[in-house]
């Protein structure tokens, strides 16, 4: 990643980016383009000097983005390798974990309600007192067992349907440190753009505001244009 990022910054440092291009189109940039990356050294060399020029301005801007791009790709993959994969594995691992207590807390509940539910219902003879259901309990599920299953299973059970990935939120926040020195980077190297809607997003991620030390902390793998 940092090797990619590396190379983004060198080119971007050529400044072929900065330059108008207009009203040339984009489809005239993008032939340069390929005709500069198709062609030898010694080819690009002895084209006269206009042509010259904007053949190598028009690479080099393909180059640019294309090195973007590349670094993009592999930061996807660092994130959905060492980030998300591993923070679901350590969910599931979490799940699987707590399985056998909860299993074991669900069958204490059954238990106590199936006692429940067997009850004899109140008549206009005979009322039935919770006393009496709590007896029937006690006889098949100590009320301090039940009342620590009751326990066990709010501690590890949502309180809402929709929490079902909750563990893998958790471990999702515990790794992110695993990425977060190249995110920082990657803002501290690309200049990214957004339309009006995003624009408070890009003023909040500004590099020196935000990723002070991000530059910094990967310095011994960058080149000086990289740390400015």
């Known amino acids: 990643m940092v090797a990619e990022l590396h190379r983004v910054a060198e080119i971007g440092g050529l400044g072929a980016g900065a330059v108008?291009?207009?009203?040339?189109?984009?489809?005239?940039?993008a032939a340069l383009a390929r005709y500069g990356l198709a062609s030898k050294a010694p080819t690009l060399r002895d084209l006269e000097g206009d042509r010259q020029a904007a053949t190598l301005l028009a690479t080099v801007r393909h180059l640019e983005t294309s090195s973007v791009d590349d670094?993009?790709?592999?930061?996807?993959?660092?994130i959905t390798s060492n980030l998300l994969a591993r923070a679901e594995r350590a969910g599931?691992?979490?799940q699987l974990r707590t399985f056998p207590k909860l299993r074991k807390a669900a069958r204490t509940m059954a238990s106590a309600v199936?006692?429940?539910?067997?009850?004899?219902?109140a008549t206009e003879d005979r009322?039935?007192?919770?006393?009496?259901?709590?007896?029937?309990?006690?006889?098949?599920?100590?009320?301090?067992?039940?009342?620590?299953?009751?326990?066990?299973?709010?501690?590890?059970?949502?309180?809402?349907?929709?929490d079902a990935a909750a563990e893998w939120r958790a471990e999702l926040v515990?790794?992110?440190?695993?990425?977060?020195?190249?995110?920082?980077?990657?803002?501290?190297?690309?200049?990214?753009?957004?339309v009006e809607a995003g624009t408070a997003v890009l003023r909040w991620c500004a590099p020196p505001r935000?990723?002070?030390?991000?530059?910094?902390?990967?310095?011994p793998a960058t080149s000086p244009r990289m740390r400015r």
Do not use: H, N
Request: glycine share 2%; net charge negative.
């Open 174 to 194: 515990k790794r992110y440190r695993t990425v977060q020195g190249f995110i920082e980077l990657l803002l501290e190297v690309i200049r990214f753009r957004a």
């Open 114 to 121: 199936e006692v429940l539910m067997s009850a004899r219902e």
């Open 127 to 162: 009322l039935v007192s919770l006393v009496e259901v709590w007896k029937a309990i006690e006889e098949v599920v100590p009320r301090e067992k039940l009342a620590s299953a009751v326990q066990t299973v709010a501690a590890f059970v949502p309180t809402t349907d929709d």
């Open 210 to 219: 935000r990723w002070p030390r991000a530059a910094a902390a990967m310095a």
């Open 71 to 78: 670094a993009l790709d592999v930061l996807d993959l660092l």
């Open 20 to 29: 108008v291009t207009e009203p040339v189109s984009a489809v005239k940039l």
């Open 92 to 94: 599931k691992a979490e």
